[in-house]
């Protein structure tokens, strides 16, 4: 079962810019918090940037003032804008998302979507 679907990934050039989203599906309610992690060629998963439900972000130092994560609840759709892009950036991203349900901490990921930034 899905619980959550990114896209908006992409090929671009170094110093260019993508916007990727994840949509969660209707029984999924990231309550909690929901983020985007990335896993590059022969690297392990690293964390990227993170949001709460009361708004309240965190970023890896590699994406700080380079990319920006927004949520628009209505549309329980997260979203993370990347700017200034670098080979280095070049990885598969991947949607957390963590939720309170029935006294338990859940927590689901997305497929994926593939960056790829080239010089």
């Known amino acids: 079962q899905e619980h959550l679907v990114e896209s908006g990934g992409g090929s671009v050039q170094a110093g260019g810019s993508l916007r990727l989203s994840c949509l969660a599906t209707?029984?999924?309610?990231?309550?909690?918090?929901w983020g985007w992690y990335r896993r590059a060629p022969g690297k392990k998963r690293e964390f990227v940037s993170e949001i709460s439900r009361d708004g309240h972000t965190n970023y890896d130092n590699s994406a700080k003032g380079r990319f920006a994560i927004s949520q628009d609840s209505a549309k329980k759709t997260l979203y993370l804008e990347m700017n200034s892009l670098v080979p280095e950036d070049t990885a598969m991203y991947y949607c957390?998302?963590?939720?309170?349900?029935?006294?338990?901490?859940?927590?689901?990921w997305g497929q994926g979507t593939q960056v790829t930034v080239s010089f």
């Open positions: 209707e029984d999924t309610d990231c309550n909690v918090d």
């Open positions: 957390k998302c963590r939720s309170w349900k029935r006294a338990s901490l859940l927590e689901y």
